[in-house]
């Protein structure tokens, strides 16, 4: 037996839901095999609010840690936290070096407040390393403005025009995922390829169990694309996934609550069979 092989380049989220632990869960409910190599450990403060502390692991790890997986090969890969400008320099150049083709970029950003980036460096060659590598982008309303320098996303027509300008950049493909920022009945994604906008609505699941929910879309999107759908193919059946997730999401104490990874194949796809 043989399986397709993704790699997961982010960082490590030590409650579990979100980060390559989301990742290699998700991998692993989609059928392929999922390698990680860390960019950082993130983790929580429980007599403090929860609040996060994140702990860069030194570029030059990073990159053994690539060079080990790489060495295998692999069908595909997502980015998410990359926390440096260096650390997002290595991940373009081993793409290039590896001549990899199927690439999902989770523009993940550290954001104060709701209009200030911690880091706008890395957002910056994001744009300039990043998009033009990238099979699909799968940025959230606040990324998406960053990545196409528009205001505040609030409607679909703003979505995309966002959509539009980060093509423009050169990433293939974008979806932006609109949840509950957006105004509008449903949750709404907008996936665009250059040739057609292609709007994915769900209802809105009055939840606030949805911890890790964009790290799970993306890698869902990765898993899909390694198994050889098309990548609006591959956007729509990550859709159903993530949403499923996020119906079934569950409460892990009382700061967080995590999407639930396997929802899909344990409700849907077993009604489905």
Same mark, same amino acid.
């Given at each position: 037996?043989?399986?397709?092989?993704?790699?997961?380049?982010?960082?490590?989220?030590?409650?579990?839901?979100?980060?390559?632990?989301?990742?290699?869960?998700?991998?692993?409910?989609?059928?392929?095999?999922?390698?990680?190599?860390?960019?950082?450990?993130?983790?929580?403060?429980?007599?403090?609010?929860?609040?996060?502390?994140?702990?860069?692991?030194?570029?030059?790890?990073?990159?053994?840690?690539?060079?080990?997986?790489?060495?295998?090969?692999?069908?595909?890969? !997502? &980015? #998410?936290?990359?926390?440096?400008? =260096?650390?997002?320099?290595?991940? +373009?150049? $081993? *793409?290039?070096?590896?001549?990899?083709?199927?690439?999902?970029?989770?523009?993940?950003?550290?954001?104060?407040?709701?209009?200030?980036?911690?880091?706008?460096?890395?957002?910056?060659?994001?744009?300039?390393?990043?998009?033009?590598?990238?099979?699909?982008?799968?940025?959230?309303?606040?990324?998406?403005?960053?990545?196409? !320098? &528009? #205001?505040?996303?609030?409607?679909? =027509?703003?979505?995309?025009?966002? +959509?539009? $300008? *980060?093509?423009?950049?050169?990433?293939?493909?974008?979806?932006?995922?609109?949840?509950?920022?957006?105004?509008?009945?449903?949750?709404?994604?907008?996936?665009?390829?250059?040739?057609?906008?292609?709007?994915?609505?769900?209802?809105?699941?009055?939840?606030?169990?949805?911890?890790?929910?964009?790290?799970?879309?993306?890698?869902?999107?990765?898993?899909?694309?390694?198994?050889?759908?098309?990548?609006?193919? +591959?956007?729509?059946?990550?859709?159903?996934?993530?949403?499923?997730?996020?119906?079934?999401?569950?409460?892990?104490?009382?700061?967080?609550?995590?999407?639930?990874?396997?929802?899909?194949?344990?409700?849907?796809?077993?009604?489905?069979?």
């Amino acid at each position: 037996m043989t399986m397709k092989k993704v790699l997961t380049l982010a960082g490590s989220d030590s409650s579990g839901g979100a980060g390559i632990q989301a990742d290699l869960k998700t991998f692993q409910e989609n059928g392929v095999y999922g390698m990680n190599a860390l960019t950082s450990i993130v983790t929580m403060d429980p007599e403090n609010n929860w609040s996060h502390g994140v702990f860069p692991i030194d570029v030059d790890i990073v990159e053994q840690q690539l060079n080990t997986i790489l060495s295998v090969g692999i069908d595909a890969m !997502k &980015t #998410g936290m990359l926390g440096s400008v =260096d650390i997002i320099e290595l991940g +373009a150049r $081993k *793409i290039d070096e590896h001549k990899l083709d199927k690439v999902v970029i989770d523009p993940v950003m550290v954001c104060k407040g709701e209009d200030e980036v911690l880091q706008p460096e890395n957002t910056e060659a994001m744009r300039e390393l990043l998009l033009p590598r990238a099979t699909i982008v799968t940025p959230n309303l606040f990324e998406a403005w960053q990545l196409a !320098k &528009t #205001g505040p996303i609030k409607t679909i =027509d703003d979505m995309k025009e966002a +959509a539009v $300008k *980060i093509l423009d950049q050169g990433a293939k493909n974008v979806v932006i995922k609109g949840g509950k920022g957006l105004n509008h009945d449903k949750a709404v994604d907008l996936f665009y390829d250059g040739q057609e906008f292609v709007l994915l609505e769900k209802e809105k699941l009055e939840t606030t169990y949805n911890h890790g929910a964009g790290c799970t879309f993306a890698a869902a999107i990765t898993a899909n694309l390694a198994k050889g759908k098309s990548v609006k193919e +591959a956007v729509s059946a990550a859709k159903e996934f993530v949403t499923a997730a996020i119906e079934h999401g569950w409460k892990l104490n009382e700061y967080v609550g995590p999407v639930k990874h396997g929802a899909y194949n344990e409700f849907v796809g077993n009604a489905k069979n």
